[in-house]
């Protein structure tokens, strides 16, 4: 019953729909192929839009024989005709391809997910509630735009070809951060191949596009673009898609309209840009031209902007080059292009030309020529920048550098570039502007102008060390700055060399007020510094605006730099040369000397101290080296791998060779796997290399890394993924742990670097291990600090050979905080050597005059290699100290227990005695012995009896002998005791 009331609600709901819809006319229809059947055709059908009407009269349907049907550009598939067709003016179409170049939303077709990028190797990166939202890529207007962040960002589109084509994609690519990775899969989800490098992009430079082409078979491709944020270390600056492009599609059944801003005439397989003062809206044949005494327009503009009154902000002073009199003026001229009204109420105008007045001079190191301007001094000469030029004294030499104070033009070894983000923006290609006192970000270019001013150095004439954990200086360069900025304005320092792509110093943001600042180079190569200011952040950069000029008087000023101890520029001084005796003229001091500051003699520095400044001056220039470090050449600190810690030896060379340790495997939720590889260099002049085996970095640079310690993270081979000779892994992200050693020692901490507690051995024990101390002193984002790296060599017997390395197992990837790593590495070769006493000494059998002397170790050392397989010694008679002392004393305690038994044979001899004359008293009673009776045989009276008391002898054998005499009376038989008569009478 209520299955029957349900059917009856429907018929009714269906009723009520049907009286509302009306009937489809002929134009309601449009055509719509059918998909390709087995036989290679497909059908031709008339549809009408989705709700809009029901019923009608469609056309028949029309079957096609060949579903690969493709136009050449400018023409499309006519539905109607079955055939191709011109496109119409205002239009333009591919052919047989497709072009996106509008971001205003994400275009049909495309997917776009995040997934969190799990990792253990950064304490308190991953949390629960990441929102990876924030980080997938979005739409900005123009461009597609994907930061790193937390968060993997996947961009997927789905296309089917008819035929071979190619995807086309521009982008940029500027932080180094960001892993970014394209993939081209068919139908069977099987990586396309296409060259070694399609895959991982390269770095671009600041503000440069880059267009890749990746060929694809016919038939179904998925292509994804994917960033992965490595390091997290907050914001970082987004890779950009501007235009993505695919040939070999079926057809194009309509032609695209030209975007705002361009136009087109019949045929077009593209549109063209207006040029400035005109405009065209969207689906334009021409570009109309604005009225250009009241509006104006940019180039690409889709309508005409009002010009505003100008203001102070339309013009700029600058002063005029200096004439053959070296006199100049200040001259005022309109920021180009003008778009401001000078005719209207309220405008200013153009300030007149100022006064005539001196040049500055010169910067330190140059001199004024008449025509030329300033110019850098000739070699072995100097100059204040007022006096001209003159040769340095002798027994002196040049300081050179680079002294910039005044700017009345570009100096030399500069330049000043503008790079707009979308090709325009750019006023002219000048992107700054000198003014006298400073030099300043140009004006009259767009909002999201990148502005560059660059300084090109030759080299420097110190030379790279570390010592006590601290890079030697190279050179220096120092400036100061202000930032005038009503918006998020961004002023960035950066240095690229030839070992090295660019990378970024230090940046601010917002309004600053005038700063000094000063960075150590370490490094002796060829440099380029480069200022780079932009108005506008680059993640609003490409926000849709009335005006790319709405920032016209935010900027950087630049009042001076100065860059020292380099081999070009100018001199401004001249620095006294030390002296030899036999030599005239300017040398240098011998390895390990300093020069005396009063008297420029050359005088030796004490052991083990290292110097780099070629001009060393006092002994202060002497720098000590680390714990267990040496200088043999005192040029740099090194460990040997035979060293002394702590008074015991070690010998390392059977280990000294580069050895390589991976971390943990990594995942990201989709499972895309990678591991970190690890490079370690122990001892020696032994150095490790991280190199990338994939065009990441910017083409056309070295992309390895050569320190002591280096690592790389590597995505290994998927099965199927890479064809015969392909790339089996990808290792890429290649960074330096630990540059040089600060020092060797038994202790757990040395200077501010401590081994993790997890390898420390606890304090009572006996064992030592031998603990090697890294440090990376470059800052970073992440390492405000530089990074450290500990290696614990831990004498370990039960691992014989090179051992086994281990990374701690709360920090599986060898960090736990990303700026401090830790490794145990387990070995018997890193027990110390044993010492004589230490070894245990055993003695084979007496053959042919030779016996064989075997030493064996305790378990807490080595026994050296020359004498672990026994030695053979002559044989000897004379016994061994310690054995000569066991068997004297054996002796000596055998005579005297002798003398001890001969002393207690004694004793019972005299007991034996007396115990015979007791038992012959007791006889005579029985009559069996008679001795003369006594006078009286009691006592009388009032006489006491008398009673002898015997001395206790003395103790000691020396004693006895002495008091144990023989009685004097002793006869053949039984020894009888004379006897004292106390009765005076006479015997009867």
């Known amino acids: ?84 067709a011109m496109c119409p003016s205002g239009t333009y179409s591919l052919g047989g391809g497709v072009r996106f170049d509008s971001w205003e939303d994400l275009p049909k077709g495309f997917i776009s997910h995040t997934e969190v990028f799990r ?122 898609i501007k235009s993505i492009q695919i040939s070999g599609v079926a057809h ?49 503009s889709p309508v005409c902007l009002q010009r505003p009154p100008c203001t102070s902000l339309d013009y700029y002073e600058i002063d005029s080059a200096c004439d053959e009199k070296n006199q100049t003026r200040a001259v005022y001229t309109w920021v180009d292009p003008q778009v401001c009204r000078e005719q209207v109420k309220g405008s200013v105008s153009l300030p007149p030309s100022g006064e005539v007045k001196t040049c500055p001079p010169c910067n330190p190191g140059m001199h004024y020529t008449t025509g030329l301007g300033c110019l850098f001094c000739p070699r072995d000469e100097h100059s204040d920048g007022v006096s001209p030029c003159k040769p340095c004294p002798p027994s002196t030499a040049p300081n050179y550098g680079y002294q910039y104070q005044w700017w009345t033009a570009i100096p030399p070894q500069m330049a000043a570039t503008c790079m707009p983000a979308d090709e325009v923006g750019c006023s002219k290609s000048d992107g700054w502007q000198v003014g006298g006192e400073y030099i300043h970000s140009g004006r009259g270019h767009a909002d999201d102008a990148y502005l560059v001013l660059s300084l090109k150095v030759g080299g420097f004439r110190g030379r790279e060390g570390f010592v006590s954990g601290m890079p030697m ?76 000029r709405m920032f016209e008087g935010d900027m950087a000023k630049v009042f001076n730099i100065n860059v020292t101890n380099t081999i070009d520029g100018g001199a401004s001084s001249c620095l006294p040369c030390p002296q030899a005796p036999a030599a ?67 010998d390392l060379t059977n280990i000294s060779n580069a050895r390589a340790t991976m971390g943990s495997t990594l995942f990201t939720s989709s499972g895309t796997k990678f591991f970190h590889m690890f490079n370690i260099s122990l001892c020696g002049n032994t150095s490790v290399t991280c190199a990338n085996n994939v065009s990441y970095s910017i083409e056309g640079e070295s992309t390895s890394v050569t320190s002591r310690v ?40 040395l200077m501010d670097i401590t081994v993790i507690e997890e390898f420390q051995l606890p304090n009572n024990s006996l064992k030592k291990d031998l603990h090697f101390f890294y440090k990376t002193p470059l800052s970073t984002h992440a390492c405000p600090k530089g990074r450290s790296t500990t290696v614990t060599l831990r004498c370990s017997p039960d691992d014989p050979g090179e051992g086994k390395v281990t990374l701690p197992h709360q920090c599986p990837d060898g960090t736990c905080d990303g700026c401090n790593f830790h490794f145990l590495w387990s070995t018997a070769l890193g027990c110390p ?49 310690l054995v000569e002392v066991i068997v004297l004393s054996t002796v000596s305690m055998a005579l005297m227990l002798c003398l001890l038994l001969f002393c207690l044979w004694k004793k019972n001899q005299r007991l034996e005695y007396k115990y015979m004359k007791l038992v012959a008293s007791a006889s005579s009673k029985d009559g069996i012995i008679e001795l003369p009776p006594a006078e009286s ?18 103790r000691g054998i020396l004693s006895k002998l002495k008091h144990n005499k023989i009685a004097p009376t002793e006869g053949r038989g039984l020894m009888m005791e004379s006897m004292i008569l106390s009765s005076k009478d006479p015997l009867t």
Not at 710 to 726: A, D, F, H, N
């Open 473 to 548: 200086e190279v050179g220096r360069i120092s400036f100061t700055f202000e930032l005038k900025c009503a918006s998020d304005c961004k002023f960035v320092f950066m240095e690229a060399s030839t070992k090295k792509s660019a990378t970024v110093l230090q940046h601010w943001s917002g309004n600053l007020h005038r700063q000094y600042y000063s960075y150590l180079i370490t490094r002796n190569d060829t440099y380029t510094f480069s200022w780079a200011f932009q108005k506008v952040a680059w993640e609003k950069s490409y926000l849709k605006k009335e005006s790319s």
């Open 1 to 84: 019953m209520r299955l029957l009331c349900m059917v009856m609600v429907a018929l009714a709901d269906w009723s009520a729909w049907a009286d509302t819809v009306r009937t489809c006319q002929p134009e309601d229809f449009h055509y719509e192929f059918t998909e390709c059947d087995d036989d290679g055709g497909r059908w031709r059908v008339s549809v009408p839009s989705p709700d809009t009407c029901e019923g009608g009269a469609p056309n028949p349907p029309k079957r096609t024989h060949d579903c690969s049907v493709s136009c050449d550009p400018g023409w499309f598939f006519n539905l109607s005709e079955l055939e191709c």
């Open 119 to 240: 990792s253990i190797f950064t304490v308190g990166r991953w949390r629960g509630d990441v929102d990876c939202s924030e980080y997938g890529w979005q739409a900005k207007g123009d461009v597609l735009a994907s930061k790193g962040g937390q968060c993997a960002a996947v961009l997927v589109y789905t296309v089917k070809l008819v035929k071979p084509g190619a995807v086309s994609y521009t982008y940029q690519y500027t932080d180094e951060d960001i892993m970014f990775e394209f993939q081209a899969q068919d139908e069977e989800c099987q990586n396309i191949v296409e060259g070694n490098g399609y895959r991982w992009l390269p770095v671009t430079r600041d503000g440069q596009w880059q267009t890749r082409t990746v060929k694809l078979n016919p038939g179904l491709n998925v292509l994804h673009w994917k960033t992965i944020g490595i390091e997290a270390r907050g914001s970082s600056r987004p890779v950009l």
């Open 710 to 749: 280096c690592r790389s993270t590597v995505v290994p081979k998927m099965e199927g993924l890479y064809g015969p000779g392909r790339i089996e892994a990808v290792a890429t992200q290649s960074v330096t742990l630990g540059d040089h050693l600060v020092g060797v020692s038994i202790n757990t901490t």
């Open 833 to 881: 050597e044993c010492s004589k006493d230490d070894l245990i000494v055993v003695h084979g059998e007496c053959g042919a005059g030779k016996q064989k002397v075997h030493y064996i170790a305790p378990k807490n050392c080595r026994a050296p290699d020359d004498i672990t397989g026994g030695q053979f010694v002559p044989c000897t008679t004379r016994l061994p100290f």
């Open 937 to 954: 045989c009691a006592l009388d009276d009032g006489e006491e009896e008398e009673v002898q008391y015997a001395q206790n002898p003395p």
């Open 584 to 650: 005239s003229g300017c040398i240098p001091c011998p390895a390990g000397h300093y020069i005396e500051n009063n008297t420029t003699e050359c005088t030796r520095c004490p052991p083990n101290t290292v110097v780099t400044d070629p001009l060393p001056y006092g002994h202060q220039s002497c720098l000590p080296c680390g714990p267990g470090l040496t200088a043999p050449d005192h040029l740099s600190c090194i460990v040997e791998c035979r060293l002394t810690v702590d008074n015991r030896t070690y």
């Open 252 to 300: 194009s059944s309509e032609c695209t309209p030209c975007p705002d801003g361009t136009f087109s005439g019949p045929g077009a397989h593209e549109c063209t840009e207006c040029k400035e003062d005109f405009y065209a809206p969207r689906g334009s044949s021409v570009c109309l031209p604005c009225d250009r005494v009241t509006h104006y327009a940019p180039k690409g």
